[in-house]
């Protein structure tokens, strides 16, 4: 039986979380922490939505996320979101110069993929690059192995990923540079489950250990 997601958020977290997602990368202050460390502002991050043990039929995630796109990916291909339909998806915005949010992230999703074990080779973490004008297919290529062998990046003209992230609901915005001369990009830096219909299941802040990360998605995994 399909278990029933807990739909306890009120209306004002859900408007919250809404308004997180859409303006996340202010809150968590791109530039200003330490590589691989999570910022403090962070904490905040909403309420995860995960499964629970009641049953009932499943209902979709309470914002209305279209998660579609067209871009390619890090090998060239071009691709859409219905290339990855019958699996699921970890999707993440960033970009391969970040040096705060985006290890946090990029690398606890990895972790938790693995932690899944056999069951976890049905999830596809994916990076939608913020950053087209330098996060090309062949920089993107490079980046990834650092992170997960099973990474895809994603790239592809300005207006492209313009589109994909208004289908996010994800804003994002050059402040200016680093002082190695790197762009800082100020974005949404949630961590998006898609189901293998292209449904959002979940929203996850990229600070949640990657433990509990895989413990979420490991029970949508067990419903289908």
Known sequence: MIAKPRLCLGI??????????????????????????????AVGAPEVVEPSSEGGAAEPFPIDISGAFALVDHTG?????????????????????????????????????DLLGEPGERVRPILITVDPKNDTPEALAA???TVHPRLVGLTGKPEAV??????????????????KGTPVIS???????????????????PVLSSEAMAGIIARYLTQS
């Open 143 to 145: 980046h990834l192995p």
């Open 162 to 179: 313009e589109a994909a992230m208004k289908s996010y609901k994800v804003n994002a915005k050059l402040m200016g540079q680093s002082w």
């Open 77 to 113: 291909r071009s691709v859409t979101d219905a290339d990855f339909r019958g699996g699921y998806m970890l999707v993440f915005f960033g970009y391969t110069q970040c040096d705060s949010i985006c290890p946090v992230g990029l690398k606890r999703m990895a972790e938790a993929v």
């Open 12 to 41: 004002a977290v859900l408007l919250a979380a809404l308004l997180a997602v859409a303006g996340a990368g202010p809150a968590l202050g791109h530039g200003k922490e330490k590589h691989g460390e999570p910022p403090a502002e």
């Open 187 to 205: 974005h949404g830096s949630y961590i998006y489950l898609i189901g293998p219909d292209g449904a959002l299941l979940s929203i996850l802040p």
